[in-house]
């Protein structure tokens, strides 16, 4: 139904900047929440920002103050600016879609994940 592609990811020095992409294609229409999420080695897959429909944001505490989820019209593209990249920021970054049905049916749609690696 969606099919997403991240882009963007790659090495960086602490402190340094990156802005990852995540276009969107298939049934686009049918999307209301697009988010980042992110997975360290060993670690579960955890909340970066999502962004809504109607333009409300949600960031994880993790990083409030320096990450920025964004998008243009029709969430498509999503955008993430991260800045002040810390070391345990290192992981991959997935993309994430939810959709929802006539009937209220969630779906949850996920790109293959990009990797962000900040060096200290």
């Known amino acids: 139904q969606v099919q997403l592609v991240e882009s963007g990811g790659g090495l960086v020095q602490a402190g340094g900047s990156l802005r990852l992409s995540c276009a969107a294609s298939g049934s686009i229409f049918s999307i209301k929440t697009m988010g980042w999420y992110r997975q360290a080695s060993g670690k579960q897959r955890e909340l970066v920002a999502v962004?809504?429909?109607?333009?409300?944001?949600n960031y994880g505490d993790s990083v409030k103050g320096r990450f920025t989820i964004s998008r243009d019209n029709a969430e498509n593209p999503v955008y993430l600016q991260m800045n002040s990249l810390k070391p345990e920021d290192t992981a991959v970054y997935y993309c994430?879609?939810?959709?929802?049905?006539?009937?209220?049916?969630?779906?949850?749609?996920w790109g293959q994940g990009t990797q962000v690696t900040v060096s200290s």
């Open positions: 962004l809504t429909s109607g333009g409300t944001t």
């Open positions: 994430n879609a939810r959709t929802i049905d006539s009937l209220g049916y969630i779906r949850n749609y």
